[in-house]
């Protein structure tokens, strides 16, 4: 089965990279990417760079959109092209096909953002260094490359789950961008839904486990948001509706 | 090897009221190139998608290699190779990479890869263009790299779903040539469906017809053309009256008579000598300038079949 995941990831990875190796196929606009947030959002901030919690949010989010990018291509793409009929009547399980997607989508995105994140350390050691080595203060950096994997990960399901019934990219990309927008307005909704006196104990709560327990809530958030999607990306990928969509 | 590489009993999938394949009852002996000739919507590929267990039967039940279509699909996925409806090429991929890809997928072995892919692209005189990406390839050319992709395995059934549809007929013609050759040379079981009846005619050793789901005919070419044989007699000249087709008629072994344009036809009961015929409507003074005998092929039975059914 492992083996089977790592041939769907570099058919996938292929495809990926002859895709996006153009200037046209988004490697312009990934370069701009990646210079926005290791280059010039470090020189701005400067040394603080290395203890600022934006950089936890950059870590979550950067991974979301790239991966959700990505993701969208998955099985609407297969579909659109007419390759998914002869993947699904090939020897691969439904579990590698499923998974060798999700992992070539966050490998992508965790990848991404991993580089982002080492080359804005050099950035900043270059410019704001003095000599002396400047690194990512310990919730700030194992944080964001937890909140990068999740994040990743979170986006991967949704968009697989999303690509599995869309009949185009584009349909799965637009419902997937609705997603992300209508995401953190629930949130939002519901926090305000909650009784006043709930909302205050979570407020309560939150500021008095500081910046470590709001990083150890949200990853918690993500893994149970990553494997429940997950899970019902599983349940939905059947040979017989995928062939009949 | 089990004796029949396919083997349905009642095989039923509905899609809401429609029947796409009604009580379908097959037997496929292993070895052979069977086509399955149908209209289009006739139910052809849903039987594929049966075949393969990438749907369910609403009722009855097929055994492909002796596996179980709903119990054992995943062996049945293990041991054939398809080239269905699209071709299913990665078209920005190289010809080598995409079946690297499905050699991978096999667990073929790297210098296995190697060499089979070399030689299943040499046999089609592809090898020299397989750094090519595939979008810059003809149709014909795609369609040869998907028959390669489907033997690439060694696989003991290979399902192909109108491989030559769409091909100009010199692609058509070469890869039915290299279809013929593979599938012998492989020792491969075909299961190859079509509406082209030359091309059922010319490489199947069995075909079944298939129209609205339902199983019409099954058997060899010439054993069904032989079934429906009807020969028939053209008289091109002139002076056929109304009497003589009544004398005709009366014959044993005629069967029917028309007059049109000139031409009287004759329809015979099997293979008989025509000559007393030729007599008597000569001695009844009719002219005669041309006689013709007809020979049924497929495509006369299966307009026959079509139109019985209707």
Not at chain 1, 83 to 105: D, H, P, W
Not at chain 2, 80 to 101: K, M, W
Not at chain 2, 159 to 167: N, R, V
Not at chain 2, 279 to 299: K, P, Y
């Amino acid at each position: 089965m492992i083996s089977d995941v790592g041939t769907v990831m570099w058919k996938e990875w292929r495809e990926l990279l002859i895709q996006r190796g153009s200037l046209r196929g988004g490697a312009l606009g990934l370069l701009v990417v990646v210079a926005v947030f290791s280059i010039v959002l470090p020189l701005q901030i400067g040394s603080h760079w290395v203890e600022s919690p934006m950089v936890l949010f950059f870590a979550g989010w950067v991974p979301f959109v790239s991966t959700a990018h990505v993701v969208a291509d998955s099985f609407a793409g297969e579909r659109e092209r007419h390759t998914l009929e002869t993947l699904l009547a090939s020897r691969l399980s439904n579990q590698a096909i499923l998974f060798g997607k999700v992992c070539t989508a966050v490998s992508y995105g965790w990848g991404l953002t991993l580089l982002i994140l080492l080359l804005g350390l050099v950035t900043v050691n270059l410019v704001h260094g003095r000599g002396e080595l400047l690194l990512y203060q310990g919730i700030i950096g194992l944080g964001s490359i937890a909140l990068s994997l999740l994040g990743a990960g979170l986006a991967a399901s949704a968009g697989v789950l999303i690509s599995l019934r869309a009949s185009t990219v584009r349909q799965a990309q637009q419902t997937l961008s609705i997603a992300a927008w209508l995401l953190p307005i629930i949130l939002g909704y519901g926090g305000r839904a909650l009784p006043v006196e709930w909302r205050a104990h979570l407020v309560e709560a939150i500021t008095a486990s500081g910046m470590t327990g709001i990083v150890f809530v949200v990853i918690a958030t993500l893994i149970v948001l990553d494997i429940g999607l997950l899970a019902v990306a599983m349940a939905r990928f059947q040979r017989a509706r995928l062939i009949l969509d | 090897m089990t004796e029949f590489a396919i083997r349905t009993e009642n095989l039923t999938r509905s899609f809401g009221t429609v029947q796409a394949v009604d009580k379908l009852t097959v037997e496929v002996p292993s070895g052979i190139i069977f086509g399955f000739l149908g209209p289009n919507g006739a139910g052809k590929t849903t039987t594929i998608h049966l075949l393969l267990g990438l749907l369910e039967p609403t009722d009855g039940q097929a055994k492909v290699l002796g596996f179980d279509t709903q119990t054992q699909a995943d062996e049945i996925r293990q041991r054939t190779g398809v080239l269905l409806e699209h071709s299913g090429l990665y078209e920005r991929l190289s010809a080598e990479d995409n079946l690297e890809f499905y050699g991978r997928i096999w667990h073929l072995p790297p210098p296995t890869r190697k060499s089979r892919t070399k030689e299943l692209l040499d046999h089609l005189c592809l090898w020299e263009r397989r750094k090519e990406t595939v979008w810059t390839w003809s149709r014909g050319m795609k369609q040869k790299l998907a028959v390669a992709r489907a033997l690439l395995h060694r696989p003991s059934l290979v399902f192909l779903d109108e491989p030559t549809a769409g091909l100009d007929p010199v692609a058509a013609t070469s890869l039915r040539r290299d279809l013929a050759v593979l599938s012998s040379r492989e020792g491969v079981t075909v299961f190859l469906t079509t509406h082209n009846l030359a091309e059922a005619e010319q490489l199947c050793h069995q075909v079944g017809v298939i129209r609205e789901g339902k199983l019409v005919a099954v058997g060899c070419p010439n054993e069904l053309w032989a079934r429906n044989d009807a020969p028939r007699v053209e008289i091109a000249g002139h002076g056929f009256s109304e009497k003589l087709l009544v004398l005709l008629r009366d014959r044993p072994e005629v069967t029917a008579t028309d007059v049109q344009d000139s031409r009287l036809l004759i329809d015979l009961r099997g293979d008989v000598s025509i000559a007393p015929l030729i007599s008597l409507i000569v001695g009844s003074g009719a002219s005669v300038e041309e006689i013709h005998r007809d020979e049924a092929d497929l495509e006369e039975f299966f307009l026959t079949l079509m139109e019985a059914e209707n």
